[in-house]
Each structure stands twice: as C-alpha cells, then as structure tokens.
C-alpha cells in the first residue's frame, strides 16, 4: 500500500510559480517511480511528467517541458512539482501517483495509487 498526499497548491498570478510536494508513506518510497497529473474542469485527467525510482530520469509532457521540473527526496519520502512561468491554461487538480513497475507512462490507468489532489489557479 502507497499513501499520497499533496499539498502546495494555491492561486498565483500568470508568470508565477508555485512548488507542489508529494508526500509518501507505506511501501518503501524508493521503490516506485511517481508521476504528476493534472485534471481540469470538463477535462480529461492529462499527464503532466514523472521520476524514476531514483530520481535520475524523468520525463515531461509537451506542455512542462521548460517551465515545470520533477524531482524527488527519497530521504524525505517526498515528490516535488516546481511549476514556473505559469499560465491561466495550466489551471487544475494537480495529481501525484505511485508507479509501482517503474514504467512511466504517461497514461493514468498505468499507475497505481493516487493522492486527493491540490488544486492551482492561475489569474490572468
């Protein structure tokens, strides 16, 4: 069993950034990779990147690469989303999931436990 909570999330101005953490607890936090997604109102639930077990690889989608960067403290059992030069756009329910296989796909079936989300809005 994995537990996820995130926290971070807020309402920040267009061009701001804001740091989602991802907290874990249960299985050994080293032993899956996590991924970030994030869900929109009428929208359907869209990758947004993920980190391998160790932190040393990761992937983003199309619309991160750039401006948001994944990185992971195993020490702290903790997944952080940094999230720069935000756009209204990028206004939604941030998830994080545990990837128990380490694939890091970036389809959300794929994944095997999740978080309540932390939502983030971004005004014009």
């Known amino acids: 069993q994995v537990q996820l909570v995130e926290s971070g999330g807020g309402l920040v101005q267009a061009g701001g950034s804001l740091r989602l953490s991802c907290a874990a607890s249960?299985?050994?936090?080293?032993?899956?990779?996590v991924g970030w997604f994030r869900q929109a109102p009428g929208k359907e639930r869209e990758f947004v990147g993920a980190?391998?077990?160790?932190?040393?690889?990761?992937y983003y989608a199309d619309s991160a690469k750039g401006r948001f960067t994944i990185s992971r403290d195993n020490a702290k059992n903790t997944v952080y989303l940094q999230m720069n030069s935000l756009k209204p756009e990028d206004t939604a329910v941030y998830y994080c999931?545990?990837?128990?296989?380490?694939?890091?796909?970036?389809?959300?079936?794929?994944?095997?436990?999740w978080g309540q989300g932390t939502q983030v809005t971004v005004s014009s």
């Open positions: 999931a545990a990837d128990l296989d380490g694939s890091m796909r970036s389809v959300s079936e794929e994944y095997d436990y």
């Open positions: 249960g299985r050994t936090f080293s032993s899956y990779a």
């Open positions: 980190i391998s077990r160790s932190g040393g690889t990761r």
